[in-house]
C-alpha cells in the first residue's frame, strides 16, 4: 500500500507581548539550567526597556553565557528566536500564535531558545 502525504503550512503571529511572555519563561526558568547570565549586548537606538525579556520583540540582542564555562556564549536576536519559535510549532503542533502562547511553558520556551541558537536541543 502507498503512503500518501501532505504538508501543512500555516503563518504564526506573535505580538511583541508574546514574544517577551516567552522570553520571561525561557528567562526565568526555562534555561537557567545551561544558560549562568543573560545581558544586553545590542539595544538599539532610542529603544527602552525595564526587563531583559523584552529586547528581542524591540530588535536588540541578548547575549546568553553557558553556566558552566563563562567563555562560552551566544548571541540571540528576533530573527534567530522566531526561527526557534517555527521549529518548536513544527515539533509540538501549534498552529496559532494563541495556541503557543497557551500551551507555553518553560521547557516550551528552552527549547524555542536552543533551536534559536543550535538548530538542535543540545541541553536537555
Not at 537606538?45 to 563563562?70: M, Q, R
Not at 567563555?71 to 526557534?84: C, I, M, P, S
Request: glycine residues 8%.
Amino acid at each position: 500500500m502507498k503512503n500518501h502525504s501532505i504538508e501543512i503550512t500555516t503563518k504564526i503571529e506573535l505580538s511583541n507581548q508574546e514574544i517577551d511572555d516567552l522570553m520571561v519563561a525561557a528567562l526565568e526558568g526555562g534555561i537557567n539550567y545551561w544558560c549562568g547570565l543573560a545581558t544586553a549586548k545590542l539595544v538599539p537606538e532610542g529603544v527602552e526597556y525595564e526587563y531583559l525579556s523584552e529586547l528581542i520583540g524591540k530588535g536588540g540582542v541578548i547575549e546568553l553565557t553557558d553556566a558552566e564555562d563563562e567563555n562560552e556564549k551566544w548571541d540571540l536576536n528576533l530573527n534567530k528566536f522566531l526561527n526557534g519559535v517555527k521549529e518548536v510549532c513544527k515539533i509540538r503542533g501549534f498552529y496559532s500564535g494563541q495556541d503557543l502562547i497557551d500551551n507555553h511553558d518553560a521547557e516550551v520556551a528552552d527549547m524555542i531558545i536552543q533551536f534559536a541558537l543550535f538548530d538542535e536541543i543540545v541541553f536537555g
